[in-house]
C-alpha cells in the first residue's frame, strides 16, 4: 500500500529519577493522522483509486491508474464546510481537487464513497485533524446563489427568475456549446438506432422520431417550446416541410439559431424567438414539442404548463414531451446541490407517472410513452469525449473553472444515468375533439 508513515514521534517512557528518586512512567503520545490516515477509511482494500494529500501522505495503491490530489488545505475546508456533493464540487472546481485519470472513472470507482460523505463523516475527519479545517472560504463565482438568497430576485419560476436561470447556464459561449455538443448543437438527449451509431447519427435519429410521433406533414405548424439551439425547428422545417416556431430564454441561443436557420435557407418557414414560452400568442398549432423544458418549469406549474400547451393545439394536434425525470413518483423534486448551484438553478425532476397525469388533467389523452434512459448515458459518454478533445479551447472560450464545472456535470450525470437514479421519458399526447376523435393511427406507424 502506499501509505506515508504516520508520525511516530514517542515521549520516553522512562525519564530519569526525579528529585525524589521516584521514576516518572508517561504513556506514548497519539500519533498526529496525516491527512490520508484520516482518509483512508474512506477507501475499501481493493479500490482502484489512490489519494495523495499536501502533506505528503498517501492511501491507496501507489499504481493506482485513478487519483485524487487534495492539493492545499483549502480543499479539506470545502470538503468539512459543506459535506457531500457540494464540497466536492467546490474543491474539485476551484483546483484544490485534483484529479487524475478518466474523471468519470474515478466517480464511478467513488461512488460508495461519495454517497456515504456526509455530515458523520465530516465529523469524524474533524476530530481526527481538528477543527483549523472547519473555516470559511470563498465561494467558486460560477457557483450561483443559494435558493434564499434567489428568492430576492423574484418567486420561483416566475418569468424573471427562469430567465436569470436560463441566462446563467446557456449564455456562457456558443462557441463553448459547439466544441461540446457537435455540429448538431442538440442540448438532450440522442437516441441511437443502432449500437454503432455515433453522436450525430443519434441526434438527427432523435429529431426525427419526435418529427414522425408529431405525425408531421408539409404545411403543418409547429411550435417548439425550449427550443435551444434550434436543432429542432430546423429538423422538422427542412425534412418535413412545416412552418415552425421556436422559442428560447437564451438570447445567445436565439442568434445562433437565427444565423443557422439563414445557412440553411429555412428562414421563409422557420423562426426562432427570444423570450418566454409563455408570451406566445398563437394558437392553433398541428403540434407542439417540449425537449428538455419540462425540468424548468417546477412540479406544481405542470398543470399550468400542459393547460397553456393544450390551448396552443388544434384539436387533433399532438404534444411531444421530452424530459428527464425521477425513477419513482415518491422522491423529492428539487435537483441535489451541485446542479443547483453550478448547473440548472431551480430545476426540478418529477417521476414520469406525474408528467402523465399533470398531461391526461390538463387536455390531453396520452397515447405511448417509452424510456430512453440508457440513450442519455451514451450522449453524455459522447460529449465528455468532445470536451476532453478539444479541452484547451474550451478552457480558452469559457474557462477552466467552467469547463470544469461541465466535465463534473456530464460525468456524474452519465453515471446517474447508468445507476437508475435518473431517467428520459418521451410522453406523446393529443388534444381530442369534444366528441373524442383523436385522429391518430390504429398502430404507432413512427418505427422504435
Not at 257 to 272: I, K
Not at 373 to 379: K, S, V
Not at 425 to 447: F, I
Request: proline residues 6%; positive net charge; hydrophobic residues 40%.
Amino acid at each position: 500500500m502506499g501509505n506515508a508513515a504516520p508520525d511516530t514521534t514517542w515521549e520516553p517512557s522512562a525519564p530519569p529519577p526525579t528529585g525524589n528518586g521516584q521514576r516518572t512512567v508517561r504513556t506514548p503520545r497519539r500519533p498526529h493522522p496525516t491527512v490520508c490516515s484520516a482518509l483512508a477509511h474512506l477507501l475499501s482494500a481493493d479500490s482502484s483509486v489512490a489519494i495523495t494529500a499536501y502533506d505528503g501522505s498517501a492511501v491507496g495503491d501507489a499504481s493506482a491508474p485513478l487519483r485524487l490530489e487534495l492539493r492545499s488545505p483549502t480543499a479539506l475546508a470545502y470538503l468539512l464546510s459543506a459535506p457531500g456533493e457540494l464540497g466536492l464540487a467546490r474543491a474539485y472546481v476551484t483546483g484544490e481537487l485534483g484529479v487524475t485519470g478518466d474523471l468519470y472513472e474515478v466517480l464511478r470507482a467513488l461512488t460508495s464513497v461519495m454517497d456515504g460523505l456526509g455530515p458523520a463523516q465530516a465529523w469524524a475527519l474533524l476530530r481526527d485533524l481538528g477543527p483549523r479545517y472547519l473555516r470559511w472560504v470563498p465561494l467558486p463565482p460560477e457557483e450561483a446563489p443559494g435558493r434564499v438568497r434567489r428568492a430576492l430576485g423574484g418567486l420561483r419560476h416566475s418569468k424573471r427568475r427562469d430567465s436569470v436561470a436560463i441566462t446563467r447556464h446557456y449564455d456562457v459561449s456558443n462557441r463553448f456549446y459547439e466544441l461540446v455538443l457537435g455540429p448538431s448543437m442538440a442540448y438532450t438527449c440522442a437516441c441511437y438506432p443502432t449500437p454503432e451509431a455515433g453522436l450525430e447519427q443519434a441526434q438527427f435519429h432523435k429529431f426525427d422520431l419526435v418529427c414522425r410521433k408529431l405525425g408531421l406533414r408539409p404545411g403543418m405548424r409547429l411550435l417548439d417550446v425550449g427550443c435551444g439551439w434550434g436543432g429542432m425547428v430546423a429538423h422538422a422545417a427542412e425534412h418535413y416541410g412545416v412552418r415552425a416556431v421556436g422559442v428560447t430564454l437564451s438570447r445567445e441561443q436565439a442568434e445562433w439559431a437565427r444565423e443557422e436557420l439563414r445557412r440553411r435557407g429555412l428562414t421563409d418557414r422557420a423562426e426562432v424567438r427570444h423570450g418566454d414560452y409563455r408570451d406566445v400568442p398563437e394558437t392553433g398549432f398541428d403540434a407542439v414539442s417540449s425537449i428538455g423544458l419540462t425540468e424548468h418549469v417546477g412540479a406544481r406549474n405542470l398543470p399550468g404548463y400542459f393547460r397553456f400547451l393544450a390551448a396552443r393545439l388544434r384539436e387533433g394536434g399532438r404534444l411531444l414531451n421530452h424530459c428527464i425525470t425521477r425513477p419513482s413518483t415518491r422522491e423529492r423534486h428539487r435537483t441535489g446541490p451541485f446542479i443547483d448551484r453550478y448547473v440548472f438553478p431551480d430545476g426540478e425532476l418529477v417521476g414520469v407517472g406525474t408528467i402523465v397525469s399533470a398531461m391526461q388533467d390538463n387536455g390531453f389523452e396520452v397515447r405511448h410513452e417509452e424510456n430512453l434512459r440508457e440513450h442519455y448515458a451514451r450522449t453524455l459518454a459522447a460529449w465528455c469525449e468532445n470536451l476532453d478533445a478539444n479541452w484547451a479551447e474550451a478552457v480558452s472560450e469559457a474557462g477552466v473553472r467552467r469547463a470544469r464545472v461541465w466535465a463534473l456535470y456530464m460525468a456524474a450525470s452519465r453515471l446517474a444515468f447508468e445507476r437508475r437514479r435518473i431517467e428520459l421519458h418521451q410522453v406523446l399526447g393529443v388534444k381530442p375533439s369534444a366528441s373524442g376523435a383523436a385522429s391518430m393511427p390504429l398502430r404507432p406507424d413512427w418505427g422504435v
